[in-house]
């Protein structure tokens, strides 16, 4: 389970960066200027959304434990390598960033519903599948989901300019194709 936690962490750590969910949170922070109550929403959100998550990728694979699934979600994580060297664009004007709520209300609810459908809580939805441990794997992820935003949010822009997207887009695409491929690699029983 240690396995579990650790992938979920990585994945999500390394694919977050440079993301739409990222970005919202350099605005925020910007905006509200408020880090404890927005790492606090970012955290519970986070939580939320990637438990639930978690739990579809459980049940999806206990509901379709066929050996076509389980090539599904090989593939699923190779896409998910590809997906990840797109960086995210993240439209300055968006309405999630105009709440009237306090900061960590306004924050709670961005980051839920803009998460929703991103490449994290695909991947989550995926390690669910994979790793069939609901509370595990969404641990893991949401750590990864603090360990890139917490600096984001305390350091917002002078962040970006330093450290490159790019490369760790690369690294993430990386981390994602090596598990497909292992996943692969188990499904056509190549392991031993």
Same mark, same amino acid.
């Given at each position: 389970?240690?396995?579990? @936690?650790?992938?979920?962490?990585?994945?999500?750590?390394?694919?977050?960066?440079?993301? %739409?969910?990222?970005?919202?949170?350099? =605005?925020?922070?910007?905006?509200?200027?408020?880090?404890?109550?927005?790492?606090?929403?970012? +955290?519970?959100?986070? +939580?939320?959304?990637?438990?639930?998550?978690?739990?579809?990728? %459980?049940?999806?694979?206990? +509901?379709?434990?066929?050996?076509?699934?389980?090539?599904?979600?090989?593939?699923?994580? =190779?896409?998910?390598?590809?997906?990840?060297?797109?960086?995210?664009? @993240?439209?300055?004007?968006?309405?999630?960033? %105009?709440?009237?709520? /306090?900061? @960590?209300?306004?924050?709670?609810?961005? @980051?839920?519903?803009?998460?929703?459908?991103?490449?994290? $809580?695909?991947?989550?939805?995926?390690?669910?599948?994979?790793? $069939?441990? &609901?509370? =595990?794997?969404?641990?893991?992820? #949401?750590?990864?989901?603090?360990?890139?935003?917490?600096?984001? &949010?305390?350091? /917002?822009?002078?962040? #970006?300019?330093?450290?490159?997207? %790019?490369?760790?887009? #690369?690294?993430?695409?990386?981390?994602?194709?090596?598990?497909?491929?292992?996943?692969?690699?188990?499904?056509?029983?190549?392991?031993?």
């Amino acid at each position: 389970m240690l396995s579990a @936690f650790l992938t979920s962490t990585a994945i999500v750590a390394l694919a977050e960066i440079g993301d %739409k969910t990222m970005l919202l949170a350099i =605005i925020l922070a910007a905006r509200l200027r408020a880090p404890v109550p927005i790492l606090v929403g970012i +955290l519970a959100a986070t +939580l939320a959304n990637h438990a639930l998550a978690a739990l579809v990728g %459980k049940e999806a694979a206990a +509901l379709l434990d066929a050996s076509w699934f389980r090539l599904a979600v090989a593939l699923g994580f =190779i896409a998910m390598a590809a997906w990840t060297l797109v960086p995210d664009k @993240f439209d300055d004007d968006d309405a999630a960033v %105009k709440s009237h709520g /306090g900061a @960590f209300l306004t924050t709670l609810v961005a @980051f839920f519903f803009v998460e929703m459908g991103d490449k994290t $809580q695909v991947a989550t939805i995926a390690l669910g599948a994979r790793y $069939q441990a &609901v509370g =595990i794997v969404a641990a893991g992820t #949401t750590l990864g989901m603090m360990l890139a935003n917490t600096p984001a &949010v305390l350091f /917002g822009e002078a962040l #970006t300019r330093r450290v490159s997207l %790019k490369a760790t887009r #690369t690294a993430a695409a990386l981390l994602f194709l090596m598990l497909g491929l292992w996943q692969l690699a188990e499904w056509a029983n190549w392991l031993p």
